[in-house]
Structure formats: structure tokens, C-alpha cells
């Protein structure tokens, strides 16, 4: 929830041309969890209401505490029909103005900010192509058009897969319909040749390409430096934040968590006081040169780790 307030302020900083609704979509109490995860602290429900947030409730089907990454499609079913959104997850920066981003809603697209985490084919095979192929042909879906043929055979990147922390299409219900449809499917009953493929947490990562693949949408329907850029930062954690990403991201971020009424709720969640309003952010940038940093995320984290400033 404070998450989603930091990119509640940081949309209204960086982008005043967003004519758009901001929804802030929240799952209700049910037997699927168990814990309740209503958005309850009034504090942080009085400033998203400043920010002109809208809270709309949703139940859980098919999904909750057993895979809470799966709040993502479930949520879709409550956004408005027939309108374009965009979805972002929480740990998100608005860093550049929304209304200049040129979405084709009609040919959806995801984040291309990711490694090869899934699939891991096993010694004795299938591969890539074998593993991708089956999931496309479950759905009736043209796998051969999802290539990216200038990538090798076998190579993670020749097949279409993103990262989940944006997605966009032409209608939420029809989306989420659709990806609630694939990904129950691969969840319950996965073609044989997943067998020895995780699919937690995972899952919403394997179903989306095939949703978007089915949607007419890929890898090039935004052209890049957009999301993932000069608009918007997908960040995962503060820790990492400050490892990694541009002066100018830090500084959206510092400026955005500045208001003294808004720092009076945030300061309530330890990472944000700690990195933001401590200075330990600033510590952990120091650790690293940012136009060479290692290649791997996990080298990043261990680096932070071993001084002792991860938090989440």
C-alpha cells in the first residue's frame, strides 16, 4: 500500500497530462486467504484519496494466498469494460509524462525488462521451442509468428516473454478473461511437457505472451524507451532503486516522497524511511559504479546484503 502510494505522487509529479483514472485495485477478504488484505489504514486511504486514487474492491476466485502474484488477473475483472488500461504493478515510478507514450491498444505489450527465469529445460529435454510450443498449441495460438527469429534456436530471448509489471490492452475484462482462462489452464492441467517446470511464481509470466500473442500484440507493439524508460520505472525495491536505475529516477523518487503530509504516512514503512528519508538510499548508490554494474540482479542484491542495507 505505500508502494502504491509512491506511484500515486509520482504520477501526479511527473505526468499532470494524464486525463486517465487511477485505480487502485484491492483484494477482499475471502476463504482464499487467510489474512485479510483489505486496504484498512486510514492514513494511507486519506492520502490516495488526495492523489485522486479510486479504491474498487475485488473478490478471488481462483487465486490468493496460495499465489498472490495472481491478484494481477483477477483484479482486471473490475476495471471499467470497453476502455484501455494500462497495469502497473505497485513497485513502479512514474518518471515522464503518460500522455506521450504512444500505446496502440489494439496491439497489446508487456515489460521487456527481464532475464530468462522461466523455462529451465532439463537435461533430457524438451527445450525452449518444445516447452513454448505446446503452451501455443493448448491455446490454438501461431507460434511460429511469436519468434523472434533474429535471436538463436534455443535461446530464451527467441520467444516471446516478459516481465508482468506492465501489461496494456484494449479492454481489462476481456484481458483479464482471457488470462484468468490461460492461466487456471496451465495451473490445473499443464500440456506434458512442463513437467519439471515451476510454476510458482511464475505462472502469470507463462500465461501473459500467450494472452498477448492471442490479443494480436508482441514484443514490438511500444516502441522503446517509453515504459521501462523515460516514463516509468519499474523498480522492484528500494534497495535496488538506488543500485541501479538513473539519477534522475532517484530523484522522482526523493521529490515525489518530499510533501510533509505525504511523508508523514510513508515514514510508517521502514524501507522508505530508512533509504528515502535516512539517507541510507545514498549509501547503497555509493556501492556501486551505475554505467557498469554486474550483469546479474542476484550479484546486486548479495552486494547490498552483505553491507547490510537490504530491506523490503
Given at each position: ?16 497530462g ?5 485505480i487502485?485495485?484491492v483484494p477482499?477478504?475471502g ?5 485479510d ?20 474492491p ?7 494466498q ?18 484501455p ?15 506521450e507514450?504512444?500505446f ?20 533430457y ?13 493448448r491455446?490454438?495460438?501461431d507460434?511460429?509468428s ?12 527467441r ?6 509489471g ?14 484468468l ?5 496451465i ?10 517446470q515451476s ?6 509470466q ?6 498477448i ?11 522503446a ?16 532503486l ?11 523518487l ?5 510533501p510533509n503530509?505525504l511523508?508523514?504516512?510513508l515514514k510508517?514503512y521502514?524501507?522508505i ?11 547503497v548508490?555509493?556501492?556501486f559504479?551505475?554505467?557498469n ?9 548479495n552486494?547490498?546484503?552483505?553491507e547490510?542495507l537490504?530491506?523490503?
Amino acid at each position: 500500500m505505500y508502494e502504491a502510494l509512491v506511484f500515486a505522487a509520482s504520477l501526479r509529479q511527473m505526468s499532470p497530462g494524464f486525463a486517465g483514472r487511477l485505480i487502485v485495485a484491492v483484494p477482499q477478504k475471502g476463504p482464499l486467504w487467510q489474512k485479510d488484505p483489505t486496504l484498512r489504514n486510514g492514513a494511507v486511504l486519506e492520502a490516495l484519496a488526495r492523489l485522486e486514487a479510486e479504491i474498487l474492491p475485488f473478490e478471488n476466485e481462483v487465486f490468493g494466498q496460495d499465489y498472490p502474484y495472481g491478484n494481477k488477473i483477477e483484479a482486471l475483472r473490475v476495471l471499467p469494460a470497453q476502455e484501455p488500461f494500462v497495469f502497473f504493478d505497485t513497485d513502479t515510478l512514474i518518471t515522464g509524462e503518460l500522455s506521450e507514450v504512444p500505446f496502440d491498444f489494439n496491439r497489446p505489450s508487456a515489460s521487456l525488462r527481464r532475464e530468462g527465469t522461466w523455462p529451465k529445460p532439463t537435461l533430457y529435454g524438451p527445450g525452449y521451442d518444445g516447452i513454448w510450443r505446446s503452451l501455443y498449441d493448448r491455446f490454438e495460438l501461431d507460434f511460429d509468428s511469436s519468434l523472434d527469429l533474429s535471436q538463436p534456436e534455443e535461446y530464451w530471448q527467441r520467444y516471446l516473454y516478459f516481465n508482468a509489471g506492465f501489461f496494456y490492452g484494449a479492454c481489462p475484462q476481456d484481458f483479464g478473461a482471457r488470462f484468468l482462462n490461460y492461466a487456471r489452464t496451465i495451473r490445473d492441467d499443464p500440456p506434458v511437457e512442463l513437467t519439471g517446470q515451476s510454476l510458482d511464481p511464475w505462472l502469470d509470466q507463462v500465461a501473459l505472451p500467450l494472452v498477448i500473442q492471442s490479443f494480436g500484440g508482441g514484443r514490438d507493439s511500444l516502441p522503446a524507451g517509453y515504459l521501462d524508460g523515460a516514463s516509468s520505472c519499474h523498480y522492484r525495491t528500494f534497495p535496488l532503486l538506488y543500485a541501479r536505475e538513473s539519477d534522475h529516477t532517484v530523484a522522482t523518487l526523493e521529490e515525489a516522497c518530499a510533501p510533509n503530509w505525504l511523508k508523514k504516512v510513508l515514514k510508517s514503512y521502514e524501507p522508505i524511511k530508512r533509504m528515502v528519508y535516512q539517507g541510507r538510499g545514498q549509501k547503497v548508490r555509493a556501492l556501486f559504479d551505475q554505467d557498469n554494474l554486474p550483469r546479474r540482479e542476484q550479484a546486486i542484491r548479495n552486494r547490498i546484503k552483505s553491507e547490510g542495507l537490504w530491506m523490503r
